[in-house]
């Protein structure tokens, strides 16, 4: 490869590595004549001034991986998955379901070995928390009935050797848990025939997969429920009857890994692990979906039984995201979307004349408040390490695992800013899938929909910028923000989503999936259209769909929180989306890759996101390209950084109160009652 024509990519000219006859390489580069099951395009990794992160990297060789590769580019990549995880990093659990695509469909047999015997197994052996991720995208493998029969053979094999690693930490860490409560002198749970103290032991698997497994099934029961309150009724008989009999109480699991953001504040993330004890069954929650039934629980759990069955390497924290000292304080979980065609469920709080924010997921009460309640009437509540915890249940889904993927890509968009210094916020919250059609959310506990804050309000609703102005002084009262600094929150947060609906094509962004928390961010749930799907099926697919899709949605409403086009606050929003688009532009080949990894096999490729109109999934890394700008065909070159300045410019003044974005919210309200 040679240099570079004018310079590089973000904040200089864009720049482009040359073949050895002078001409640009494109970043994609598309072939033909595939084999069947494999892809075809090539994505090219650009030379950068700077030295690449260790993610970039592992990226880069994972994808390599995946193709037909030498013996010298697996070595590579071992060793840098290796001192990912030497250094501890988070990022490594971004890289679980991708590397279980590399083992089931790269090319080299011999590579897939490789990495699964050298690393993969390794890492199940010595890693609680690892293993169950691993052994969940296996099993979303093995339950898709889009694998082909020799994947989903090949995947239950590699599923064993994962359930055996779980099945032998579990034991291990039942008799550890038992002697440490005997030395502390700690009463053991009372061993009965259906407690599951003593059949833990035996287990086919850990307590916390067996629990995730048992609420499925509810949420399977409770779709054939269709009133409302018959629902609820059942919900929490099955939890007191089908579930919390079945609570040891006593093996601590990783389960702090499936709601980061629910720990303490004084709480140590080093606390990976806890002990389950009880749902509440009054707490529990169906929320509103005519189709399926999610339903909210909160579960009690014992962080003092920080047994540590795996041994693993000194140092590995729970993988989940470290937040800011500022966002721990200030914020504590958000809810996960719901079915894309109805409200997110999420209850709007009654608005309190002292303090108009709103309270978000748990009604009139603040998760703090929820907290202090549940100790005070649970059993378990004098527990030094009792703590509470909230997760949605999602079963009878089909877009669990695509919803995974818009929080994996979240979260390296997050990564992304932050590596730029950007101000740009976003709040990426857990979404696992378990198997093909079942998973579990994060619940975010301070924020609500920007519907449901409307309709709490009723007649009293005159806009979004009144609701700042009652719900923020424009003095400093306490530790309650500001006007201004409210507003720099929105600013921060909605230029972030825009930047990512924009990039990922994300629609269905009418105002039940786009929620406000208590210190006026913006969040955005519910990624079920995405890349190339949209509302309304293939045909208002290849017309664009009924959203602004050239664009993102930035509705009058939003518009006037920002003051005219013209103002201070809105100049700083149109100059934060381009410093989040040119520092993603920056990063483009990282993002094709890891679009690419995540649509390796049929079970991945036939996810609705890649199901393209053009009848090839690779055309999602063709459209991303376009919208950054990019070459994608031979004799294309990039755009300049000037002139990509001038589109994205032209494109966020478009954006503004775009009538396709008001025809859709029209016809959400209209059909569906969303505010």
Excluded at 334 to 348: K, V
Excluded at 360 to 380: I, Y
Excluded at 595 to 619: D, K, R, T, V, Y
Excluded at 646 to 652: A, P
């Amino acid at each position: 490869m040679g240099g570079c024509v004018g310079g590089c990519v973000g904040g200089r000219e864009h720049g482009l590595d040359l073949d050895q006859n002078g001409q640009p390489v494109t970043l994609l580069t598309c072939g033909s004549g595939k084999a069947p099951g494999q892809l075809s395009c090539h994505v090219h990794f650009r030379k950068k001034a700077e030295q690449i992160d260790a993610e970039a990297k592992v990226i880069q060789l994972l994808t390599a991986v995946s193709g037909i590769s030498s013996e010298s580019t697996i070595a590579d990549c071992l060793h840098a998955l290796n001192k990912m995880r030497d250094v501890n990093s988070e990022t490594l659990v971004d890289f679980v379901v991708p590397m279980v695509n590399v083992v089931l469909h790269a090319r080299n047999e011999k590579n897939r070995a490789i990495l699964w015997d050298e690393f993969v197994v390794v890492a199940v052996k010595e890693d609680f928390a690892l293993a169950h991720y691993f052994y969940w995208a296996l099993m979303c493998v093995v339950t898709s009935p889009q694998a082909q029969a020799e994947t989903k053979h090949l995947a239950e094999d590699k599923l064993q050797v994962v359930k055996q690693a779980l099945l032998t930490k579990t034991q291990i860490a039942a008799v550890m848990a038992a002697n440490d409560a005997l030395k502390s002198g700690r009463t053991l749970p009372k061993v009965t025939s259906s407690n599951g103290a003593m059949s833990a032991v035996h287990a086919t698997c850990t307590p916390l997969i067996e629990l995730l497994q048992g609420l499925h099934e509810v949420g399977g029961d409770l779709v054939r429920i269709k009133d409302r309150t018959a629902r609820q009724a059942y919900l929490e008989k099955q939890l007191e009857e089908r579930v919390n009999k079945h609570l040891a109480g006593l093996i601590p699991v990783p389960v702090n890994m499936l709601a980061p953001g629910s720990r303490d504040v004084n709480s140590n993330m080093s606390q990976a692990c806890a002990a389950l004890l009880r749902l509440p069954p009054q707490d529990a929650r169906v929320l509103s979906s005519k189709e399926r039934a999610p339903f909210l629980v909160v579960l009690e759990v014992d962080r003092a039984l920080n047994i540590d069955p795996s041994r693993q390497k000194a140092g590995w924290v729970c993988p989940c995201r470290v937040r800011r000292e500022k966002d721990s304080k200030c914020s504590n979980v958000i809810s996960g979307s719901q079915s894309g065609h109805h409200s997110n469920g999420i209850l709007a709080s009654a608005i309190q004349a002292k303090d108009q924010r709103p309270r978000g997921a748990f009604k009139n009460e603040t998760w703090e408040e929820v907290r202090q309640r549940l100790r005070n009437s649970s059993s378990f509540g004098t527990l030094p390490g009792w703590s509470p915890l909230s997760l949605i249940i999602k079963s009878n889904a089909d877009d669990d695992r695509q919803e995974e993927l818009a929080y994996r890509l979240l979260q390296w968009f997050q990564r992304v800013f932050q590596k730029h210094q950007l101000k740009l916020w976003l709040r990426p919250f857990l979404i696992l899938a378990t198997s093909h059609s079942g998973g579990c959310l994060e619940t975010v506990t301070n924020a609500i929909s920007i519907s449901e804050l409307k309709k709490t309000y009723g007649d009293n609703w005159h806009s979004l910028r009144a609701y700042f102005e009652s719900a923020f002084s424009d003095e400093p009262m306490g530790e309650r923000l500001t006007l201004n600094e409210a507003i720099e929150n929105f600013i921060w947060s909605n230029a972030a989503y825009s930047v990512v609906c924009y990039v990922l094509a994300i629609r269905d962004r009418h105002n039940g999936n786009i929620l406000i928390d208590d210190q006026g961010h913006i969040l955005h749930v519910d990624f079920g259209f995405m890349l190339c799907g949209s509302p309304g099926g293939k045909t208002m697919q290849k017309m664009g769909g009924f959203e602004h899709s050239a664009g993102f949605k930035l509705t009058r409403e939003f518009v006037n929180v920002l003051g005219t086009t013209d103002d201070v606050h809105f100049q700083l929003f149109q100059t934060a989306v381009l410093d989040g688009i040119f520092a993603l532009r920056d990063h483009a080949d990282e993002l094709l890759a890891w679009l690419q990894l995540s649509m390796l096999g049929s079970e991945n490729s036939q996810m609705n996101c890649f199901c393209h109109s053009h009848g090839n999934p690779e055309a999602v890394l063709e459209d991303v390209c376009g919208r950054l700008g990019l070459a994608v065909g031979a004799g294309e070159i990039d755009k300049t950084e000037s002139e990509f300045r001038e589109v994205m410019e032209r494109k966020v003044l478009d954006s503004v109160d775009h009538w396709r974005s008001r025809f859709y919210d029209k016809f959400q309200y209209h059909v569906q009652g969303v505010h």
